[in-house]
């Protein structure tokens, strides 16, 4: 039973295309987040939702766009891929009380070409 | 601002022998700290975090750590590694209150060696 999934596990793609990612958790949990991370290994937050309502924005190109239809879902979409967005991108979730937990997902690997 | 600062990029070890990962942050109000691990091609998980209460945390695989409020660290230590805990290892924190936002240091590569 996954608690966090991300579709799809990989993604290949040529510079300039749209793509998007989805994440969908099974845990009851209010609050979903996007971090990237680069090969380097560094991890940064990019979005967070709670309850469908953004409330985690970081510095990040408008080119990325989250959307959270319902509080078990949130997808990211990406318009214009350039080299840089070459990435894993993880999906994770929470109860919104600080000290909870977050549970990722197995991460969606990125390739911009 | 809060900051996590993980000194060690990679740690080799051989197998069975102990190991120490650091972990200083830096923040002007109280925080919680995390420990998370990753394997090769997965997600993070959890394997222990601070809250409040003992300052000695124990978490999963044996690993426990311990949180020191005047010099600012919360290092990890397991008595015994296996090949198994070869991983990429995230120290965190995030704030008592206020943003939800998880700070995650740059990451501590553990390689154990047989």
């Known amino acids: 039973d996954t608690a966090v999934s991300q579709t799809p596990k990989y993604l290949v793609t040529q510079m300039g295309n749209d793509k998007s990612i989805k994440c969908e958790q099974n845990?009851?949990?209010?609050?979903m987040y996007w971090y990237k991370q680069d090969s380097k290994k560094f991890l940064k937050i990019m979005f967070s939702y709670n309850n469908k309502e953004l409330i985690i924005n970081e510095t990040v190109p408008n080119r990325f766009s989250p959307k959270s239809p319902d509080k078990a879902h949130l997808n990211l979409h990406i318009n214009s891929l350039e080299l840089g967005d070459s990435a894993v991108y993880f999906c994770?979730?929470?109860?919104?009380?600080?000290?909870?937990?977050?549970?990722f997902g197995p991460g969606t690997r990125l390739l911009v070409l | 601002a809060q900051s996590v600062t993980q000194l060690d990029s990679q740690v080799p070890v051989f197998e069975e022998a102990p190991v120490e990962l650091r972990c200083n942050y830096s923040?002007?109000?109280?925080?919680?700290l995390f420990w998370y691990v990753q394997y090769p091609n997965q997600g993070l998980q959890l394997l222990l975090k601070?809250?409040?209460?003992?300052?000695l945390v124990k978490g999963i695989n044996g690993f426990e750590a311990e949180f020191n409020k005047s010099q600012t660290s919360f290092h990890l230590r397991k008595p015994s590694v296996h090949i198994s805990d070869t991983a990429e290892y995230f120290c965190a924190v995030i704030l008592k209150s206020g943003t939800y936002k998880y700070i995650f240091g740059t990451g501590t590569r553990l390689k154990v060696l047989a």
């Open positions: 601070y809250l409040s209460g003992s300052t």
């Open positions: 845990l009851g949990h209010d609050t």
């Open positions: 923040s002007s109000v109280s925080v919680y």
């Open positions: 994770a979730s929470s109860q919104m009380a600080s000290g909870e937990t977050q549970y």
